[in-house]
């Protein structure tokens, strides 16, 4: 029997003061102007990952027209955690409220809060590795006024765990705040094919 768990990180609004495996990749010829960091923003990736599976670059910061860069491609993951902001966006209509905007640098995020979670054997808002999810977030470069998360494990597709935090009235308090503007969902799966979700809202600092 398969076990489904959720749990949420209620808003916390604030006074204004790695390794991962891909199962392809995309080979890309680097244009005259190109950076590795304009090259992992087109693709929507992290420039420490586009770094590690390009280890013939010495120097990340120089890179020459003509040359091969190894973009990690995880498309299909992409295309289940967009179903997710989707049917979110759905639920946000019904109530009249603003559609949230994806941000993949947030989903980014999320993914690595999902695949913490399985390395470090845990199923908790506080991470062993990067603390509070408001912390994380902060660490990986993102800057809000108000956040939250929600997390869940065992649901096999994006309806289902959409359903399961839509029936728990934390997590859909989260996901119909009028609070947020920008949401990202990151998924890992285990080696069992167990099903890891984060879900992290923010209303950004502009």
């Known amino acids: 029997m ?24 995309t080979t890309y010829t680097v ?3 190109d950076s590795l960091w304009k090259i992992a923003v087109r693709y929507e990736v ?16 120089m890179i020459y027209p003509g040359q091969k860069v190894t973009v990690p491609n995880i498309d299909d ?16 209509s019904k109530k009249g409220l603003q559609s949230l905007s994806a941000n993949w640098q947030l989903s980014r995020c999320a993914r690595y809060k999902s695949q913490d979670m399985i390395d470090k054997n845990y199923f908790a808002h506080n991470s062993p590795t990067y603390g509070t999810p408001f912390d994380m977030m ?15 494990k065992g649901q096999r597709t ?11 009235p934390g997590h859909r308090s989260n996901i119909l ?22 879900q992290m809202f ?3 600092i502009r």
Request: charged share 15%; aromatic share 8%.
């Open 202 to 204: 923010i209303k950004p």
């Open 77 to 92: 993951v992409k295309t289940v955690e967009n179903e997710v902001v989707r049917l979110v966006n759905i639920e946000r």
């Open 46 to 61: 992290g420039l420490s990952e586009l770094i590690a599976q390009n280890p013939q670059f010495k120097n990340p910061a």
């Open 31 to 33: 244009q005259p102007g």
């Open 158 to 168: 994006a309806q289902e765990v959409v359903n399961a935090w839509m029936n728990s």
């Open 138 to 152: 902060k660490a990986f470069g993102l800057s809000y006024s108000a956040a939250a998360e929600n997390i869940a």
């Open 2 to 25: 398969k076990i489904k768990k959720l749990s949420l990180m209620i808003v916390v609004t604030m006074l204004l003061t790695i390794v991962c495996v891909y199962a392809q990749s």
């Open 177 to 198: 705040s009028p609070s947020y503007m920008e949401i990202g969902v990151g998924l890992a799966k285990d080696s069992a094919g167990r099903h890891y979700w984060t």
